[in-house]
C-alpha cells in the first residue's frame, strides 16, 4: 500500500515537473519572440533615420515657388519643402486650433486662407497665439499683401482622445484639411486643400515680443519626426535576455528535481 503510494506521489511529482509544461513553453517562446521584436525594431531605426535624413535634406532646399493649381496627389513627396506664398489673408475664414501650449503659455494656433495674387487660396498655420490676447484680434489687423516663407505638411493624423471638429461653433482641435478647405469656401472659391506652416527664424526675444502682442508666432524649420524606436530595441532586447534567464534558470531546478527522483 504504501509503494503504490510511493509510486504515484512519483508520478505526479514527474508530471508537474515535466519540461512541457505551459510555463516552459511560454518561457521558452518568450526569448524568441522579443529578440524578433527588438531586431524588427532595429530595421525601424534604420529606415526612420534614413527618412529623417530625406526630410532634413528637403529642408535646407531653397524655396519653391507653388504653382496655380497644386497636384493634391504629389504633396506627400514635397513635405517638409520651404515654399514661398504671396498674397492677403481672408480674416472672415480665421480658425482657432486648440488649445496648444507654448512655452509655459497656453494659447491657440491661427489657421488663415491665404487668398494668392494669382486667385486661389491654400491654408496656413500662421502660428502660435496666447489665449490672453486672443479677444485683441490684433491677428485680424493685416490687410495689405503679405510673403509668407512657410512649408509644405499633411494634415494631422487624429487620435482616439482628438474630439470631433465643430466649424459651426468655432471649434478646432486638429487639423483638418479638407473641412478647412471646405469651411473657406472650397472648390468654388477656388480653395485648394493644401496646408503650409508659416516659418519662424528670428532670435528668442523677437518670439517673446511677437507672443506678448498677440502676432501669430511661426514654428522653426524643424523636422518635428518622432523616433522612439532606439527605446524600443533596448525594451525588447533586455526583455529578451531576461525571459532566456527565467527560462535557464527554471529548466536547471526542473532537472535537479528530476535528478532527485526514486528511479
Known sequence: MESTSSTGQSQYKSKKDSLLSPTMIL?????????????WQVERLKWKVKLIDELQEKLQ?????LPRRINLSALADFTYRKVIIRGKWDHAHAMLLGPRV?????GYHL????????GTT??????????????????????????????LRTGHVRNRFTPDNHPEQGKWYWADIETMAQYAGGEQASVQ???????FEGHAGDAAWRVSHGIPLGRPPS?????????????????????????????????RARARLPR
Open 111 to 118: 489657421i488663415e486662407p491665404l487668398v494668392r495674387t494669382d
Open 193 to 199: 486643400s493644401v496646408f503650409i506652416e508659416e516659418i
Open 223 to 255: 523636422i518635428d519626426v518622432r523616433n522612439s524606436h532606439a527605446s524600443y530595441i533596448v525594451t525588447w532586447y533586455s526583455l529578451s535576455v531576461f525571459t532566456t534567464t527565467m527560462f535557464v534558470r527554471l529548466l536547471l531546478k526542473q532537472r
Open 122 to 151: 491654400v491654408i496656413v498655420d500662421r502660428g502660435f497665439i496666447s489665449q490672453d490676447l486672443v479677444d485683441r484680434k490684433a491677428y485680424l489687423q493685416d490687410s495689405s499683401e503679405v510673403e509668407v516663407l512657410g512649408m
Open 61 to 65: 532646399r531653397d524655396p519653391l515657388s
Open 102 to 106: 507654448y512655452d509655459g503659455t497656453n
Open 27 to 39: 518561457l521558452g517562446i518568450m526569448p524568441i519572440f522579443t529578440f524578433a521584436l527588438g531586431t
